[in-house]
């Protein structure tokens, strides 16, 4: 549960370190994604969740 609980607290600090550091990037960002078709929005995001297991996995050994 530890683990867990300093991983999403790690999501929120990068988060948001974009918007505090480069808030017009993080809005272009928003806007090209919202642009997006919903199928193409759907591959990349599971594309993400897999990238995120993988070094999730690294991590952990």
Known sequence: ???LLAGL???IVLEG?????WPD???TIVR???SLPERQ????AWMM???GMILVWLARG
């Open 1 to 3: 549960m530890n683990d």
């Open 9 to 11: 607290g790690l999501a």
């Open 17 to 21: 370190l974009l918007w505090a550091l």
């Open 25 to 27: 990037l993080g809005r």
């Open 32 to 34: 090209e994604l919202a």
């Open 41 to 44: 929005l759907a591959l990349i």
């Open 49 to 51: 969740v897999v990238l």
